[in-house]
């Protein structure tokens, strides 16, 4: 009988198909699991990254938001000579010593609001402070009592230069009194070729370099000086010149030069001093300048050739972005002296050493503004000083 081989059935053959289907599929997801392809997801990140940006990334790319803007005010001064000339006994009536006897905030009584409610003062410090009684050879010599310095204090003064020519009247000696009144008495101050860094409690660091040099302050040597400054971090920065001739209403070319020079340089404001009379203000390059401040608390005349002064307060502007600029400045006229002022005073000695705003659109009032803004045609420029005995 012949043996019959069984042929295995269509069901068979289906079963074995999805049994073989199965394991391929098994094998594709181990695959997966060894080499998955999320290996490529970098790419893909930074692709999305540069499409729509995280929210650290957008606060780095945003700018800074600008801080409110702020403004400060910084008032100047001319000459302040808190001494009689030599020859004057400080025991007359007519003396800066006798009007002041110990009342040390009497020089500044009618203008002391000015300076109490700014936020620096500056003025020309034009004497020698020592209690010990040296003589000069000088023709005019200034020596003040060593508490004098507590006029300035008083006065609501911030900041006195003392690079001039009057500082050396009474030799080294003298000047390193001076400078120990002032440091005795917590005055701030700049000597000659001197910078220093003033930061106001209103938070502005102003730079102040003080030059006098012989009435030639040099000019490499202040562009160097304000360079400097503005590395050490000063905001605003001002010149201190001793300069000119005096009693002459018109700067110098040479000035006008140095000026332009400091402020190309860097320079906010330039604070001229030694004319004894007002000189113009001058706005260039976003800096200002002003040529000479003239008198202030002046003791070294009785009767002053020219008895017009001023405040000016230069107003500063702290930007949003923390760019510091001068922003305009504000003049007060004022009489060296109240007595033509408040009595119509018309005698030979009219100095009281109390300078006092003059009124508003009087004559001597736009007197002031006309030298100011350099429309003053003076009857005679220059000072003789052979009948100075007589004078005084």
């Known amino acids: 009988m012949k043996k019959l081989t069984k042929k295995p059935s269509f069901a068979v053959f289906i079963l074995s198909l999805v049994l073989l289907l199965a394991v391929l599929v098994l094998r594709r997801v181990q695959i997966n699991r060894i080499w998955p392809e999320d290996l490529v997801l970098p790419r893909q990140s930074a692709e999305v990254s540069q499409q729509a940006p995280s929210v650290e990334q957008e606060s780095e790319a945003a700018p800074a938001p600008l801080a409110e803007e702020k403004s400060y005010v910084i008032s100047v001064v001319?000459?302040?000579?808190?001494?009689?000339?030599?020859?004057?006994?400080?025991?007359?009536?007519?003396?800066?010593?006798?009007?002041?006897?110990?009342?040390?905030?009497?020089?500044?009584?009618?203008?002391?609001?000015?300076?109490?409610?700014?936020?620096?003062?500056?003025?020309?410090?034009?004497?020698?402070?020592?209690?010990?009684?040296?003589?000069?050879?000088?023709?005019?010599?200034?020596?003040?009592?060593?508490?004098?310095?507590?006029?300035?204090?008083?006065?609501?003064?911030?900041?006195?230069?003392?690079?001039?020519?009057?500082?050396?009247?009474?030799?080294?000696?003298?000047?390193?009194?001076?400078?120990?009144?002032?440091?005795?008495?917590?005055?701030?101050?700049?000597?000659?070729?001197?910078?220093?860094?003033?930061?106001?409690?209103?938070g502005l660091t102003v730079g102040i370099y003080c030059d006098y040099n012989h009435l030639e302050p040099d000019p490499d040597k202040a562009a160097a000086a304000i360079r400097q400054l503005r590395t050490d971090g000063a905001e605003y920065v001002v010149c201190a010149f001793h300069w000119g001739k005096e009693l002459v209403y018109t700067p110098f070319d040479s000035q006008t030069e140095l000026a332009h020079r400091c402020i190309d340089a860097g320079a906010d404001l330039i604070y001229g001093s030694h004319s004894h009379c007002l000189q113009p203000v001058e706005q260039y390059g976003g800096g200002l300048i002003l040529y000479s401040m003239g008198n202030w608390v002046f003791g070294g005349s009785t009767a002053p050739t020219d008895m017009d002064t001023a405040i000016i307060q230069v107003h500063v502007k702290r930007a949003g972005n923390g760019t510091v600029s001068t922003d305009g400045y504000t003049v007060i006229p004022c009489c060296v002296s109240s007595r033509p002022v408040k009595d119509n005073y018309s005698g030979d000695n009219y100095n009281d050493y109390r300078p006092t705003p003059y009124t508003e659109g009087s004559n001597a009032y736009n007197r002031v503004l006309s030298k100011l803004d350099g429309s003053f045609v003076p009857d005679s420029e220059g000072r003789d000083y052979s009948d100075v005995y007589a004078h005084f």
Do not use: W
């Open 78 to 202: 001319g000459d302040c000579t808190l001494a009689s000339a030599q020859f004057i006994d400080p025991s007359e009536h007519r003396s800066i010593e006798y009007h002041i006897q110990q009342d040390y905030a009497y020089p500044f009584s009618n203008t002391k609001d000015y300076f109490t409610g700014d936020d620096l003062t500056l003025a020309n410090l034009e004497c020698t402070l020592s209690d010990t009684k040296f003589f000069s050879y000088e023709q005019f010599s200034f020596l003040a009592p060593a508490a004098y310095a507590e006029i300035l204090n008083e006065g609501g003064v911030d900041f006195v230069t003392t690079a001039n020519n009057h500082m050396a009247d009474f030799g080294t000696a003298g000047e390193e009194f001076t400078f120990m009144a002032l440091n005795d008495h917590g005055v701030p101050f700049g000597k000659e070729g001197e910078s220093k860094l003033v930061t106001t409690p209103s």
